[in-house]
């Protein structure tokens, strides 16, 4: 098992456990799922040493570059989408 945290524009925010070898679309749908306002192109996961990335969730893929395994005490963030104002 994995803790980890999935923040920002999710049905329900917070602090999950899944099981070892859960990709980042899991992490997601643990946590409700995106919302109408969630920004899909632009999800990150920042690990504990620092290092953060940015990933497209727009189409549901279990291709490890757009939905990576997720490990011990990550973060995922997925922010809202805003619209472009002209």
């Not at 290092?51 to 997925?78: C, S, W």
């Amino acid at each position: 098992m994995i803790k980890l945290m999935v923040l920002g524009v999710v049905a329900r925010w917070g602090e999950y456990s899944l099981p070892s070898g859960s990709r980042l679309s899991d992490a997601i749908a643990k946590a409700g799922g995106f919302t109408e306002s969630s920004y899909r192109k632009g999800v990150w996961v920042k690990h504990p040493d620092g290092r953060t990335y940015t990933y497209d969730l727009r189409k549901p893929t279990k291709d490890e570059v757009q939905n990576p395994v997720l490990h011990d005490a990550d973060v995922v963030i997925v922010p809202r989408w805003m619209r472009p104002v002209l």
